[in-house]
Every structure is written in structure tokens, then in C-alpha cells.
């Protein structure tokens, strides 16, 4: 069974630095995807950023990247430069292309002026 | 505009009494899931279709049922609600490298 962790429930970061989500998972798949998502007040689910597992470049989106260690099953979220509206709940996935996906249970971020 | 909609946003109903929550997607996606989401448990999967007339359970599908008649529709029905269903729930449809979620549904079971 596919499982998702996250061990910090709460993060803080001052605007314009730096901040790194943990995220570890275990899946017994080959091919496999890893997602984070952005959960804002809004409660709107957002997607932040994907990482094919086959792939060994890290993905990256502006000022969001990934850490990827898939020995490790290590999936980290870099979140560089920050801004206020950063702050939110932020959610790890794993999951196979056309099934379920399954979510870690989220940290909360929040970015201090 | 792609998008996953859901009705109603919010709801407070009581112990026992029927409720259906709809879900439309306009992207002809195939897998569609509901999902339930409660603090410090991230989102479980409560059932899933891969296609019309194909529904499966997911993690936790107890005093759930749901249905798949039209591609794009995949209504969650509590034919007796209890509140320990009380929860914020989410409606999505998935393209194979995404998912794209519904705006949720905020459910009070008295």
C-alpha cells in the first residue's frame, strides 16, 4: 500500500527567505508521480509542482522546487523567496497515472512579514 | 474554462436525513474520486469510478455511496448521515498527471 508522510504539521518562514516541506512516501509501483499541493484559506486545492518518478532532474516552477531522492522515497518542497501569499496548508501526494492518489497529512506554512 | 464543480458549498443537515452532493466535470475525464479532508489526516479517498458504471471504494468508503451514470457527473450520496461524516469534502477529476479538484463542500452533521 501506497503511504504518504509528512513529519511537520507546522512550518514558519520570514518573508523573502527560504523554506523546505518534508515529505517522505512508500509505494511498491514503478512508475509513480509525486505531487504538492497548496491548500489556501480558500480551501481551493492547487497544484504546486510534479515530479515524474523515472525522472532524475528535479522539477522546478519559478521559485518553487523539489528535492527528489528516490532511494531515499524523499520528496522535498523548496520554497524560495517567500511571500505572504505563500502562507497556506501544503499537501505531498504519490500516485500512478489513472488511480488514486494519496495525500500526506499537510503542513501548515506560515510566512511572517 | 476546465473545471470540477460542486453543489452545494456548504451544508448543515441532521443525524439520519438523506443528502446528495453533485459533482460536474466539463474535461471528459474518465477517473473522477471524492474525497473527505479532517485535520491532521490530509485527504482520504472515499470512492472512486474509472468510467460510467464503474465505481470502486476507496480508503474509506463507510456511509457513502455513490454513482457514475454520465461521464461527467459523480454525485456523493449520504443515505444516512452521522456526524462523524462531518467533514470538508472534495470532489475531482483526474487526467492521468493531475488531478483537478472541486471547490469543496463544507458538511455539518448534526
Known amino acids: 500500500a501506497q503511504t504518504v508522510t509528512q513529519s511537520q504539521p507546522e512550518m514558519s518562514v520570514q518573508e523573502a527567505e527560504t523554506v523546505t516541506l518534508s515529505c517522505t512516501y512508500d509505494?511498491?509501483?514503478?512508475?509513480?508521480?509525486l505531487f504538492w499541493y497548496k491548500q489556501p484559506p480558500s480551501r481551493q486545492m492547487i497544484l504546486v509542482i510534479r515530479q515524474e518518478a523515472y525522472k532524475q532532474q528535479n522539477a522546478t516552477e519559478n521559485r518553487f522546487s523539489v528535492n527528489f531522492q528516490k532511494a531515499a522515497k524523499s520528496f522535498s518542497l523548496k520554497i524560495s523567496d517567500s511571500q505572504l501569499g505563500d502562507a497556506a496548508m501544503y499537501f505531498c501526494a504519490s500516485g500512478c497515472e489513472g488511480d488514486k492518489v494519496i495525500f500526506g497529512p499537510g503542513t501548515s506554512l506560515s510566512v511572517i512579514p | 474554462e476546465a473545471q470540477v464543480t460542486q453543489n452545494p458549498r456548504y451544508l448543515i443537515t441532521v443525524t439520519g436525513k438523506k443528502l446528495t452532493v453533485t459533482c460536474s466535470q466539463n474535461m471528459n475525464h474518465e477517473y473522477m474520486s471524492w474525497y473527505r479532508q479532517d485535520p491532521g489526516l490530509g485527504l482520504r479517498q472515499i470512492y472512486y469510478s474509472m468510467n460510467v458504471e464503474v465505481t470502486d471504494k476507496g480508503d474509506v468508503p463507510e456511509g457513502y455511496k455513490v454513482s457514475r451514470k454520465e461521464k461527467r457527473n459523480f454525485p456523493l450520496i449520504l443515505e444516512s448521515p452521522s456526524p462523524n461524516q462531518t467533514s470538508l469534502y472534495f470532489c475531482a477529476s483526474n487526467s492521468g498527471l493531475e488531478q483537478f479538484f472541486g471547490p469543496g463542500t463544507r458538511l455539518t452533521v448534526l
Open positions: 509505494t511498491s509501483e514503478s512508475d509513480y508521480y
